[in-house]
């Protein structure tokens, strides 16, 4: 498992765009070579870097510690005690924040027989999971269908492309859905089809909550 800890620091632009019970997702932008203050992140979160960059870290009275990511690339950061972070790749970096507010229930695991994991593997890959989250990614070909599969948990999905995609659910409704690249959204248990409408290759993070 990926470990990263990444400041949302005083001078970064923060935007939060969906808070509830299990989670707050923040969209952050972070300008190059500019110090933070002394901050701390007291929930765990799961990163979804948007661009490549490059991080420097310096816990209070610790060593300086560097991370390095690619665009797309996910992490999971544990909370933090005080330190201050600075940006030392040349470029802005924008990232998608999940802070996990609770913590796991065993219960509360992908069990279905229509796992999207196991019914359509090409398309659904675990990318880590612990006792908080399972973090999924999505990949779909242009115009490729993924059949009839079930999310049991509430979720946030994160987009690396923009999608347009056609749902449907197994009592024959059909919607679209359509977001852009960066953005995120929130979503609760569900059994659909799907397909993806555009010439291009569809790509997104799904944040599992086991809480």
Known sequence: MLVVCFAAALFAQNQTSIENDQVRVVMVTDQPH?????????????????????????????????????????????????????????????????????????????????????????????????????????????????????HMLNRVVVYLTDQNTRITSTDGKVENAQHKAGEASWGGPAKHKEENLNDKGFEAVVVELKS
């Open 34 to 150: 500019s110090k933070s203050s002394l901050h701390e992140h007291k929930l765990n979160r799961v990163m979804i870097y948007l661009q490549p960059g490059r991080q420097e870290i310096t816990p209070q009275n610790g060593k300086k510690i560097t991370s390095q990511w690619k665009a797309g690339e996910v992490k999971f950061s544990p909370a933090t005690g005080m330190h201050q972070s600075e940006i030392v790749s040349d470029a802005p970096v924008s990232m998608v924040e999940v802070e996990v507010k609770k913590q796991g229930d065993p219960a509360k695991t992908p069990t279905s027989a229509l796992d999207p994991v196991k019914v359509a593997s090409g398309n659904y890959h675990v990318e880590f999971e612990n006792s908080q989250v399972r973090v999924v990614r999505v990949h779909m070909g242009p115009h490729q269908s993924v059949p009839l599969h079930e």
